[in-house]
């Protein structure tokens, strides 16, 4: 009876000690090991608070559109712990989309956050695509004041339908949500991914796979 007492007061004890020891979800691709540094953290180290600014807490800029003389027609301003000292450790960040006409904010996704999209001006096509083996595609077309959501590390995408320029505001669930561009990454990688794994992904030719890289 005391040996049972004992084990499972062990495996409260462990179980206990696994919730309170879980790592908190990532803030960057990789943290490579300063071994002459003490500090070793998942994020960035801590102002002193008592030097703190109300700079340090604000950000100026995101009511100038962005230049959209560019390959896709869309430009992304983001508001993250970069840009704003402040949001270290709050788990949040935002950015402003500006769409030319017919512009395109390319198939991408953010591996660390989820996204809420809200559409200031003009019309957004939006969506994203399920996980394999699905791969189901939920679109719908916005409007000024509509919101749409963008599940964390699934592929989404925006594109301006309206008349006009768009505009859009997104918040997302990490004070550095990172971003992964499909085209860019797979196509534009350093260095290059081999010509035949790219070939056989996408079921074309060696000539298709060299041009599109060109464009990167």
Same mark, same amino acid.
């Given at each position: 009876?005391?040996?049972?007492?004992?084990?499972?007061?062990?495996?409260?004890?462990?179980?206990?000690?696994?919730?309170?020891? /879980?790592?908190?979800?990532?803030?960057?691709?990789?943290?490579?090991?300063?071994?002459?540094?003490?500090?070793?953290?998942?994020?960035?180290?801590?102002?002193?608070?008592?030097?703190?600014?109300?700079?340090?807490?604000?950000?100026?800029?995101?009511?100038?559109?962005?230049?959209?003389?560019?390959?896709?027609?869309?430009?992304?301003?983001?508001?993250?712990?970069?840009?704003?000292?402040?949001?270290?450790?709050?788990?949040?960040?935002?950015?402003?989309?500006?769409?030319?006409?017919?512009?395109?904010?390319?198939?991408?996704?953010?591996?660390?956050?989820?996204?809420?999209?809200?559409?200031?001006?003009?019309?957004?096509?939006?969506?994203?695509?399920?996980?394999?083996?699905?791969?189901?595609?939920?679109? #719908?077309?916005?409007? #000024?004041?509509?919101?749409?959501?963008?599940?964390?590390?699934?592929?989404?995408?925006?594109?301006?339908?309206?008349?006009?320029?768009?505009?859009?505001?997104?918040?997302?669930?990490?004070?550095?949500?990172?971003?992964? /561009?499909?085209?860019?990454?797979?196509?534009?990688?350093?260095?290059?991914?081999?010509?035949?794994?790219?070939?056989?992904?996408?079921?074309?030719?060696?000539?298709?796979?060299?041009?599109?890289?060109?464009?990167?």
């Amino acid at each position: 009876m005391a040996t049972s007492i004992f084990f499972s007061s062990l495996l409260a004890l462990c179980f206990t000690i696994a919730v309170i020891a /879980t790592d908190p979800s990532s803030l960057q691709d990789f943290c490579i090991a300063n071994s002459s540094s003490p500090v070793i953290l998942n994020g960035l180290a801590c102002k002193d608070p008592k030097l703190a600014e109300a700079d340090d807490f604000s950000f100026s800029g995101l009511n100038i559109a962005g230049n959209t003389s560019n390959a896709v027609g869309s430009r992304v301003t983001p508001v993250t712990v970069t840009q704003l000292p402040g949001l270290n450790t709050l788990g949040i960040s935002m950015a402003r989309v500006d769409f030319a006409l017919g512009g395109v904010n390319p198939p991408h996704l953010h591996p660390r956050a989820s996204e809420i999209l809200a559409v200031l001006r003009g019309h957004l096509e939006v969506g994203f695509v399920t996980s394999n083996p699905e791969n189901r595609l939920i679109t #719908k077309i916005l409007q #000024k004041g509509d919101v749409f959501v963008f599940p964390v590390g699934l592929i989404h995408f925006q594109r301006n339908v309206g008349q006009r320029n768009a505009v859009a505001l997104a918040a997302l669930s990490s004070q550095n949500p990172g971003v992964i /561009t499909i085209a860019n990454a797979l196509f534009g990688s350093n260095p290059a991914i081999s010509n035949d794994i790219l070939t056989k992904a996408f079921q074309t030719d060696s000539n298709t796979v060299n041009d599109i890289q060109s464009k990167f």
